[in-house]
């Protein structure tokens, strides 16, 4: 793109003061969004990918290469059964740390509290909810049921069989 490497310093100069730790070389591609930035650690040589999203505290160690459209977070929200979603709040941040000489593919989603350690691959796609050694790929996408809510009676009660989505399947 014109000004593709200009723009790309710009932004690195720009951004590094507003994260809690910036080497003196990074990268910070178009489209990243960080939040305040308070709890990124970015390491040298390493990118915040085009269109990548950050959430809650996370280091990224030195020369980490981010494909477009990665997501890591270090929060998540709660799932407490005696509340509805809307109601929730936020279990404690659990940091994410990326080690050294990692790749992380397109797409790929990043859970709370998850460690990838140095020279790690993580496949497009990928979502990542355990920890990866040192020199691991990872590939897929498996979505397992891992436990099911046992909704209160209270709850329930907020959300009767005759719900606007019921409405809609009735209408279509």
């Known amino acids: 793109m014109p000004f593709g490497r200009p723009s790309r310093r710009l932004r690195s100069v720009l951004i590094a003061p507003l994260l809690e730790y910036s080497a003196d070389v990074i990268y910070i591609e178009r489209g990243a969004r960080f939040g305040d930035g308070s709890k990124i ?35 998540a929200h709660g799932t407490n059964v005696d509340r509805p979603m809307w109601e929730q709040s936020y279990p404690p941040e659990r940091r994410v740390t990326i080690k050294n000489d990692v790749w992380i593919g397109t797409r790929a989603i990043i859970l709370p509290g998850v460690t990838i350690g140095s020279h790690a691959i993580i496949g497009a796609g990928a ?32 959300y009767p069989k005759s719900d606007a989505l019921n409405s809609l399947r009735a209408d279509g």
Do not use: F
């Open 127 to 158: 979502i990542i909810s355990r920890d990866v050694k040192d020199g691991e790929c990872v590939v897929g996408s498996v979505g397992r049921v891992i436990r099911v809510r046992d909704v209160s009676p209270e709850v329930r009660a907020l």
């Open 41 to 75: 650690r970015l390491g040298h040589r390493s990118n915040l990918g085009i269109d990548c999203r950050l959430h809650g505290p996370v280091d990224i160690g030195d020369d980490v290469m981010m494909a477009p459209g990665v997501v890591i977070y270090g929060s």
